[in-house]
Each structure stands twice: as structure tokens, then as C-alpha cells.
């Protein structure tokens, strides 16, 4: 009877983790959208995209930890991001083509205001903040700024004095 117990307790453990993949909050389709959206934000060009620097890591660490209480605006607006692009697109966010995911993301902007401010936000501190919280992966955002070093808190990187006049 124990062990009937203890295998009925790890099928459950193991069907409420399905599709959670390696995030700490999101499942594998949430992370798949928001990785679309971020892209739209900070697109590839020279240097990765958003998603590609690691912002869905950042932002996924974040809402198991310091940004919980924005846990269901990210829950309701994937949602909705999801239902918006089946409706304009015909098919998921992630698996639009490129100017359709523009389209959706765009309609997103307008219909979901203040959850598009929450994403760009949390996806421009993944990108240029401190690789340590899973974002700007490879510093890649600091070399694109051409930062010699990372930055450091409370400390001046440059010398200032060179090539002053008195």
C-alpha cells in the first residue's frame, strides 16, 4: 500500500511539472511566446536578440522570485497574447512568421497596454543588466555598447582626468 502511495505521489509530481521544461515559473509554450514578443522588442541585427541574450531566463527567474506579484499579469496577458495571434495570425505566436509576430505583437501594444510596458520593461533589464540574473547573456549588450569591463556598482571604470585641460 506504501509504495502504491509513494508511486501515486510521484506521477502527480511528474504530470504537474509536464511542459515545464527548465523554467523556475513559466511552461515551455508561456516561455515560447514571451521569447516572441522579447524578439519583437530587441530584434537580431549585428548582435542576438532579446531572447537570444537570455531575457525569458531573466524574466523567468524573476517572477519565482522578486517579481511575484506580477505573476498573473504575465499568466493573463500570455494568454491573451496566444489568443490574439490565433485570431490574427491563425497559429502561435512562436510559430508566426516574422511580420505576422510584428502584427500581433503590435496589436498586443495597443490592446494590452500595461502588460506590454511590463514585458518591454523586464526585457530592456534582462538585456543590458548584469549576465549573473540570466540575462545579457555573454555581456553581450555591454559589448555591443563597447564597454571595456562590466560595469561595478559605486565604481568609476573610466579615467576621467585623461585628456582634461585645466
Same mark, same amino acid.
Given at each position: 500500500?506504501?509504495?502504491?502511495?509513494?508511486?501515486?505521489?510521484?506521477l502527480?509530481?511528474?504530470?504537474?511539472?509536464?511542459?515545464?521544461?527548465?523554467w523556475?515559473?513559466?511552461?515551455?509554450?508561456?516561455?515560447?511566446?514571451?521569447?516572441?514578443?522579447?524578439?519583437?522588442?530587441?530584434?537580431?541585427?549585428?548582435? @542576438?536578440?532579446a +531572447? *537570444?541574450?537570455?531575457? #525569458? $531566463?531573466? &524574466?523567468?527567474?524573476?517572477?519565482?522570485?522578486?517579481?511575484?506579484?506580477? =505573476?498573473?499579469?504575465?499568466?493573463?496577458?500570455?494568454?491573451?497574447?496566444?489568443?490574439?495571434?490565433?485570431?490574427?495570425?491563425?497559429?502561435?505566436?512562436?510559430?508566426? @512568421?516574422?511580420? +505576422? *509576430?510584428?502584427?500581433? #505583437? $503590435?496589436? &498586443?501594444?495597443?490592446?494590452?497596454?500595461?502588460?506590454?510596458?511590463?514585458v =518591454?520593461?523586464?526585457?530592456?533589464?534582462?538585456?543590458?543588466?548584469?549576465?549573473?540574473?540570466?540575462?545579457?547573456?555573454?555581456?553581450?549588450?555591454?559589448?555591443?555598447?563597447?564597454?571595456?569591463?562590466?560595469?561595478?556598482?559605486?565604481?568609476?571604470?573610466?579615467?576621467?582626468?585623461?585628456?582634461?585641460?585645466?
Open positions: 500500500m506504501a509504495g502504491g502511495v509513494v508511486a501515486g505521489a510521484a502527480a509530481a511528474g504530470c504537474a511539472s509536464r511542459g515545464r521544461g527548465n523556475d515559473f513559466l511552461n515551455d509554450g508561456q516561455a515560447h511566446t514571451l521569447a516572441a514578443i522579447c524578439d519583437q522588442i530587441i530584434p537580431a541585427d549585428d548582435f @542576438p536578440s +531572447s *537570444q541574450a537570455g531575457a #525569458v $531566463t531573466y &524574466i523567468d527567474r524573476q517572477l519565482a522570485r522578486h517579481y511575484r506579484r506580477h =505573476r498573473e499579469a504575465y499568466r493573463a496577458g500570455l494568454e491573451q497574447a496566444e489568443l490574439l495571434s490565433r485570431k490574427l495570425a491563425g497559429v502561435s505566436l512562436s510559430q508566426a @512568421p516574422q511580420k +505576422s *509576430q510584428f502584427e500581433v #505583437v $503590435t496589436a &498586443i501594444e495597443k490592446e494590452q497596454p500595461a502588460f506590454f510596458a511590463l =518591454r520593461s523586464h526585457t530592456f533589464e534582462s538585456f543590458y543588466g548584469n549576465p549573473r540574473h540570466g540575462g545579457n547573456r555573454d555581456a553581450v549588450s555591454w559589448r555591443m555598447l563597447g564597454l571595456d569591463e562590466p560595469p561595478v556598482r559605486g565604481r568609476a571604470q573610466y579615467d576621467f582626468t585623461k585628456g582634461a585641460q585645466s
